[in-house]
């Protein structure tokens, strides 16, 4: 039995959702942006939605609940803004606080300037994105008055004394771009001065804990990079007074920094059990933990969706000193907020998952189960639930994945032979045009999905519909002179979510709404068991298009990579065995696409990156040895002539460069804009085989680049890779846009391009 615990904290979350049980921070946002409510309204709206969370959070028994989570767009934004670490150009643009925060997240174009968003990237192995700040010769770090404060004062009027958090200066500095030369060194003392004033003003208010967020602290830590850790939080912590620090990591284990941690002044420790479980353990057995400091244990899953098996979460709790606060893995951001609202999914199933509010009551049965042990109430109920299997094994499938060869994986002739094949059939201009697939996913196209799904339209109307939107964007392509054109994806709700409900072995939501950015949210569908394809899902839409056009119409699909990282996984099995079914369920649909005259397939995996284990050393062996060939699976059997794309968004992959080339791909296009187009020096560098498109613009903004900026961006391309391995498009597909912004973009792109291929090879073709 275990004893009773004199320490009156005994539960906590790392952060909650802030987007509303119904999107209404979403809703709210992009009203702002079009001028339709007030910079009033929409705070109004904010405060609402924090005070109903920090309600839900308390009534479920919560004793310890975080401020600062909520947020407007990113909360490693919140954290520069509140330092001013703002770069010039933006503060030139002599807006309101609010305003220029929009403007570092989404860019701006208005009377005062026009601006660039800050860079975006994945928030660790996750589908949520950060902004990345910058460091610069102007960069002048002070404390301002951003969120933290307001919010923690908004909590204690409600008579909770939260704990606020924020991002670390360690995580902070190492998420960044340092930019005019400058080295980490010169921000160390700032920072440290910066976050003294935190923390004091936060004591001052009367906190009495801090969170900090470091999960950087979860990648590999070089000798140097834990001597900056300590020299950056001694003197922070030395000053913190009565104020109760909380170093908090998730997504992965601290195994290189947890001496460390201890060594240094901080109260509380706050440990990820789920991603990083084995090698925590490992240093609490080896090395301990101190009784002067209180760990936090994230023991509930912060990222998935499955209720937790009380008997395993049981066990672990055993190795945990027994004043642990029982805390989830990472913040419930990464989850939808409650099954409660789900009338699709039958009770019986509902009942094996849990939401973020659902996981507020876990924390408080865990906590009563670690008090009265497996007599529990909530313990018995827990396990008869584990005791019934939740779905039918598909053996042949198994069967049939267990029986793959070498050749199964492997596309034959080589890819330069097939290039040359290819270019005959297909008879392309020099740079050929095309984009990622998607069109504005306008007001129009998702009244019609919603419509059809309360039955107030006829399938046969709902495609009316589309096949009208496809048209017209056919035509749109072409008078703008693209060559590879696309039909717009106008029937799949998310690229992600759509194969989910077409396929078998998935579950969907109706609200399970998780934020990916800023306004932008995702309804991930749950892999419920194994994944087959029962019928063609693409074959119709694209088929139809290429019947309007005498320009090529590429397939779009969705690669097994993406489909899996961007749905709820199984708990189960390895996402290595649900990730084959899906690719060999693909592969039957990219050979129909072909039989049916598609000369072109593209296949996205734009989060193969995303999944990258955190530790090098796992990266091909837990992950790019099966990630890769799953991708050739799906490829594998079609035509020579057949040219296999794939997309990838966010360039961070000069590191696996080569295991990009081995997804043997005929054409890639991908994220550069943002970054500068940094990869194509690796690119030359490596001799990339694949040919590539290099997005020539961003489109997560509304901005609308000029002819000479694209024009200058293909200079930039033609004087690192060789021209006829070019593909000009965007970085990513353009369904989050508007139709005049995009239009208006492809214009210049277009015009861009010609240009280009007139300055290269008018000489020739008047010789000719
Ligand atoms: N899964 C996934 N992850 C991704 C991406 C992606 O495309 N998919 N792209 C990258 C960037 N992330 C993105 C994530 C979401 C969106 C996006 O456009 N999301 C849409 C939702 C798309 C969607 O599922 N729409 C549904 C539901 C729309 C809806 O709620 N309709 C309301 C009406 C309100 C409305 O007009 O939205 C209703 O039916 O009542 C549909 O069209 O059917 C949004 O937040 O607005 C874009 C990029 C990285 N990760
Ligand atoms: C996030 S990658 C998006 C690829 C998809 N084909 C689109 O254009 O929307
Ligand atoms: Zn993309």
Known sequence: MIMRRSFNMTKTIIGYPRIGEHRELKFATQKYFKHQITQAELQTTAQQLRAKNWNTIQQAGIDQIPTGDFSFFDTTLDTAKLLNIVPKRYQDLGLNDLDEYFALARGYQGETGDVKALPMKKWFNTNYHYLTPEFDADTQIKVGDWQLFDQFKEAKAQGINARPTLVGPYTLLRLSRLLDGKKTSDFVDDLIKAY????????????????IDEPALVYDQSAEDLALFKQLYQPILAAKGDLKVLAQTYFGDVRDSYTTLLALDFDGLGLDFNEGRDANLQSLSEYGFPADKTLFAGVINGKNIWRTNYKQALALLQQLPKEAVLSTSTSLLHVPYTTQNETKIAPKELQYLAFAQEKLQELADLDAIREAGVDAPAYQKNQALFATPRYEENAALNAKIAALKPEDYTRLPKRAERLAQQAKVLNLPPLPLTTIGSFPQTAAVRKNRAQLRKGEITEQQYTEFNHAE?????????????????????????????????????????????????????????????????????????????????????????????????????????????????????????????????????????????NLPLRKKDWYSKYLDWAVPAFRLTAAKVQPTTQIHTHMCYSEFQDIIGAIDALDADVISFEASRADLTLLDVLHDTHFETHVGPGVYDIHSPRVPSVDEIVSTIHKILARIPEDHVWINPDCGLKTREEPETIASLKNMAEATRLVRKERHESQSTIQ
């Open 470 to 610: 496809v048209r017209r964007w056919l035509k749109i392509q072409e008078d703008l002179g693209l060559d590879v054109l696309v039909h717009g994806e106008f029937e799949r709700n998310d690229m992600v979510e759509y194969f989910g409900e077409n396929f078998a072995g998935f579950r969907f939501t109706e609200n399970g709404w998780v934020q990916s950015y800023g306004t932008r949210g995702v309804k991930p569908p749950i892999i419920w068991g194994d994944v087959s394809r029962t019928h063609p899902i693409t074959v119709a839409e694209t088929v139809y298009a290429q019947s309007q056009t005498d320009h090529v119409v590429k397939g779009m699909l969705t690669g097994p990579v993406t489909i899996l990282n961007w749905s709820f996984p199984r708990a189960d099995v390895p996402a290595k065995l649900s990730t084959e079914q899906i690719a060999l369920a693909l592969a039957d649909e990219v050979l129909d696409l072909e039989k049916h005259g598609i000369k072109v397939i593209q296949i996205d995996e734009p989060a193969l990156r995303e």
């Open 196 to 211: 003294t004033e935190i923390l004091n003003q936060l004591a001052d208010l009367g906190a009495e804990w801090i969170q």
